[in-house]
């Protein structure tokens, strides 16, 4: 592999200055002194490699939410010692020796039925996935597999935690050809495995604000604790593969608010480093491989402009992120180097900052990209950096990043980013605390604008007055743990100082009229009312649907499924006439999910308390509805229903408040669980 470009040989020390002799015309004469700087910093190094499993203690963790725990001991960085020096007088010589053994790949492959005659001869399998294949005796076990629809149905790929504390494995694998049922199964484990990291971050950081007070649990890092705990309990996904390509169950446009949740999906692998590949050491070839890259503007040569990015290779920074040596051929930067090679394309997560985040910035996967080029330039320190450019494959649905500009747009300037189309900027007529939109460039249909807009449920008055003893809690500054509320709600509020549902439970007792806590008791959330700019838009899969402009982070409140409340003798009279009602007691029980740590606890208890009889209401919508009426259903819901009450306190007529059971893109729909038959995909025909 020769020098890309005739310039100084950045893997040796470098040169005092050197002057090089330019040509210029013969009227003119001159020379030009070029003079590469010299490094006077120390820069740090760059986490090349994943560390030895036994390079960190986990043991710890097991008490993470006991009085007495502390935050594991998870390393800061995960660096280790760069691979060697690569010296230009090899190059050619390694070049060589890789197109033979590819060449020797291919042969073998091809000839495998007629080779192995001849004795027992090691050929690669033709029907294998992997892309750099593992000797047999070397590959792990894994622990569970789903089957994955292939070429040859027989083989299998685990895409649940291999065992306990297992490294990552060597062979790397692209998975084709998934069929619906596959995509659904994928994602509901990605759906699952999510949720569990948000619940086991939520309730790490209250634990820290319990012992050190409300306003610390930032420091404790949950994120770090979740995953640390995860991988303890073997929960972390795609462990027993490194798959190239797309990660099944993982869709473009998904949002993460941190690393190690990229890390924990198997999406990125890399804590710290912007390019995640398999290392030369692990590699069969004795090349590394690159799977994905993270492109967040933390180098000063990057240019991002979307479908094609020029990406500047990893190293030579200071603590500072400053460029203060030169990059080396080495470690991710070669591994992009060989992937560009191979022709295999690489998955590309954006870091983009976003007000209100819980950790400044989000990542987006934005899809998978081609590496076109690669050369070597002086940036604009002054140092040598190698630079990639990449290509978005085509086909593929629209980038995350792109459309949470483009809702960023629609927040700010509705009618200029989108001039045709809206049929309403506020159809609550200001009801709301924030404009619902009402969107249709599909059709005429402009059914929503005929129906009353309704903020809160109507329950009948004597609602009211059964069950309600009118007393409440006397927090004067807010509720404390151990007031009367907390009493009512099992010992724990529902939610933390954030407003995140901490747990699903039967119902949860806000803090109502009869209670002495102000309107920023941390036990007053879901009866504030939307938070979120939604817009209802018509859809050609699903009629009208409800989309939101804003991220809308997992545990987080949306709004109040709201209607007119009817009793039984009432719900048979509108059901003669031929009315179509909504019956609570059919919203499946997705509240049951939302911290549910079976898997991590093993003494874990579904929540049963506060207890709820059955609810025997209905709901009608015919006339007066808000903007939930008109969400999709979907047996994979990002959205659960969780009962409250907080103006009355009888169990028989509780509020439906709508939480996000993920974190929510902008501009994605969101849809519920009506509890209806998998195979019916639209919603009810009174809200359509």
């Not at 920023?520 to 817009?535: A, I, K, M, P």
Request: proline residues 6%; aromatic residues 10%.
């Amino acid at each position: 592999m020769g020098s890309l470009v005739p310039f100084q040989d950045l893997n040796l020390s470098p040169e005092p200055p050197q002057t090089i002799s330019v040509d210029t015309p013969p009227s003119v004469t001159s020379t030009s002194t070029i003079t590469f700087l010299t490094p006077k910093i120390e820069p740090k190094q760059e986490p090349f490699d994943e560390p030895a499993p036994t390079q960190t203690n986990y043991r710890q963790i097991n008490t993470l939410f006991s009085p007495s725990s502390s935050a594991p001991e998870f390393p800061s960085n995960l660096e280790s010692t760069p691979l060697s020096n690569i010296s230009s007088s090899t190059d050619d010589q390694n070049a060589l020796y890789s197109e033979y053994f590819r060449i020797s790949e291919l042969f073998r492959s091809a000839f495998a039925k007629r080779l192995q005659k001849y004795g027992d001869i090691d050929v690669l399998d033709p029907d294998s996935r992997a892309i750099v294949p593992l000797p047999e005796e070397q590959r792990e076990p894994t622990s569970e597999t789903s089957p994955i629809n292939t070429s040859n149905p027989d083989r299998a790929l685990s895409v649940v935690g291999s065992r306990r504390r297992a490294g990552r494995s060597n062979e790397l694998v692209r998975v084709t050809n998934l069929g619906i049922e596959d995509e659904r199964h994928f994602r509901d484990v990605v759906r699952r495995t999510r949720m569990m990291y948000d619940s086991l971050r939520i309730l790490a950081i209250l634990e820290e604000e319990k012992r050190k007070g409300p306003g610390h649990g930032r420091r404790a890092r949950g994120d770090l604790r979740a995953a640390a705990l995860m991988r303890e309990r073997g929960l972390w996904l795609n462990r027993d593969k490194r798959i190239v390509g797309s990660i099944p169950g993982i869709e473009i446009g998904d949002l993460f608010f941190f690393r190690m949740e990229l890390c924990v999906m198997g999406l990125h692998g890399q804590a710290q480093a912007g390019i995640d590949y398999l290392p030369a050491s692990q590699s069969s070839n004795g090349e590394p491989i690159a799977t994905s890259i993270i492109v967040s503007g933390g180098y000063e040569d990057d240019q991002d402009a979307g479908d094609l990015i020029i990406y500047t290779g990893h190293g030579g920074q200071d603590k500072l992120s400053r460029q203060c040596m030169h990059q080396k051929l080495e470690g991710g930067n070669l591994a992009l180097e060989r992937s560009m090679h191979y022709g295999i394309e690489v998955r590309v997560i954006r870091g983009i900052k976003y007000e209100n985040s819980v950790s400044s910035k989000v990542y987006v996967y934005d899809g998978l990209y081609k590496i076109l080029d690669c050369w070597f330039d002086v940036g604009k320190s002054g140092f040598g950096v190698y630079k990639y450019r990449l290509l978005r494959i085509d086909g593929q649905p629209e980038m995350g990043s792109s459309i949470m500009r483009f809702a960023e747009s629609l927040r700010t300037r509705p009618l200029s980013a989108r001039p045709m189309g809206y049929l309403s900027l506020d159809i609550s007529m200001k009801k709301e605390k924030v404009p619902v939109f009402l969107y249709n460039d599909i059709d005429s249909d402009h059914d929503p604008m005929y129906y009353d807009y309704l903020v809160k449920t109507v329950f009948p008055p004597y609602a009211f007055g059964q069950g309600s003893n009118r007393t409440g809690c006397e927090c004067v500054s807010g509720c404390t743990e151990g007031c009367f509320c907390a009493m009512k709600n099992g010992g724990d509020f529902g939610y933390d100082h954030n407003g995140l549902l901490l747990r699903g439970k039967p119902v949860i007792f806000e803090c109502g009229n009869f209670c002495q806590c102000p309107p920023t008791c941390r036990n007053r959330v879901s009866q504030h009312g939307l938070r979120n700019r939604l817009e209802i838009f018509r859809s050609r899969e699903t009629g009208w649907g409800v989309r939101s402009l804003d991220l809308i982070q997992a545990g987080a409140f949306i709004c109040e499924y709201a209607g007119v409340v009817l009793t039984r003798e009432q719900a048979q009279v509108f059901t003669m006439n031929g009315d179509t009602l909504i019956y609570p007691n059919r919203f499946s029980e997705r509240w049951a999910e939302w911290g549910d740590l079976s898997q991590i606890f093993a003494e874990y208890v579904r929540p049963s308390y506060p207890s709820i009889p059955p609810l025997g209401f209905a709901m009608d919508v015919s006339r007066m509805r808000n903007v939930a009426c008109y969400m999709s259903h979907s047996s994979s819901p990002n959205v659960l229903v969780q009962c409250v009450l907080y103006d009355h306190n009888n169990l028989m007529f509780p509020h439906l408040m709508l939480f996000a059971l993920e974190n929510i893109p902008p501009m994605r729909e969101l849809s519920i669980d009506y509890g209806v038959a998998d195979e019916w995909t639209g919603k009810l025909s009174i809200c359509n």
